[in-house]
């Protein structure tokens, strides 16, 4: 119940208020968060490895297992690949968010993209009970995959927002130093372009490495949903070297 309710006060914005990040401290519970994480993800595994279980081979009931440990492992994975880029370009931002800080707010991110996944499972599992295209249930996953994306990574977006807009000039107090001394003031040079502004250039440049790492890590974890035509598999390693996810998903909607 306590990591629920962290998890809770998580979505709600509860940790990651303007003022504490304005200091450079992301005060949330890690290690709840990221055990209630790894558990929304093994719950949205489960859901995946449903279809397999239904219209694969008689050992398929094992892909709900195998899903159910690769999906945390596969953001736990991304998040040791990624997180390095991550502080590098953030601490070129000038933020003023430290290793742990920036590890905090990352987990935090994660535990939101994961918490919406947990979210999706019973929509997931209507429609494979109803449908049993395998590409209709694999683009499914990953448009839901997607969207849940994009809610962590807008979590993370406001948040950094926060720490880098603390690292901007005091606009206020360069008004009323104009207002007071009109000669001062023009004799003090151009300002240069807003920290903020630049750090979220920064900052776009490290969501399209996370994404492309994480699409690419989905690939090498696969399969996940489990193809009813294929037999049971734990893990299908690297057979395909000179494929990748996004052929594989260009193959998919060629042939839908």
Not at 2 to 9: E, K, S, T
């Amino acid at each position: 119940m306590g990591m629920l309710r962290d998890l809770d006060g998580l979505l709600r914005g509860r940790f990651t208020g303007s003022e504490q990040l304005r200091e450079g401290h992301v005060r949330m519970p890690m290690r709840k968060l990221a055990v209630a994480a790894l558990l929304c993800g093994a719950v949205y595994g489960a859901f995946m490895g449903v279809y397999a279980a239904m219209y694969g081979d008689p050992g398929s009931w094992r892909a709900m297992l195998s899903a159910a440990i690769k999906v945390p492992l596969l953001f736990l994975l991304t998040l040791l690949v990624t997180f390095p880029s991550l502080y590098v370009f953030s601490a070129l931002a000038d933020s003023r968010l430290g290793i742990m800080d920036t590890l905090r707010l990352l987990v935090g991110a994660v535990a939101v993209n994961l918490a919406v996944l947990a979210s999706f499972g019973p929509i997931t599992v209507f429609f494979t009970v109803f449908e049993n295209s395998y590409v209709f249930i694999v683009l499914l996953n990953v448009f839901f995959f997607l969207l849940g994306g994009m809610v962590g990574l807008g979590f993370l977006s406001r948040a950094i927002g926060h720490v880098f807009a603390s690292s901007d000039p005091d606009d206020e107090a360069v008004e009323d130093a104009a207002g007071d001394a009109p000669e001062r003031a023009r004799e003090q040079p151009t300002r240069q372009p807003k920290v903020h502004g630049r750090a979220r250039s920064i900052f776009r440049v490290w969501l399209v490495i996370y994404g492309i790492v994480g699409a690419q890590m989905g690939w090498v974890l696969r399969p996940f949903v489990g193809n009813p035509d294929l037999p049971f598999a734990w893990y299908r390693g690297f057979g395909d070297r000179e494929s990748n996810v996004f052929s594989f998903l260009a193959d998919l909607f060629r042939y839908s």
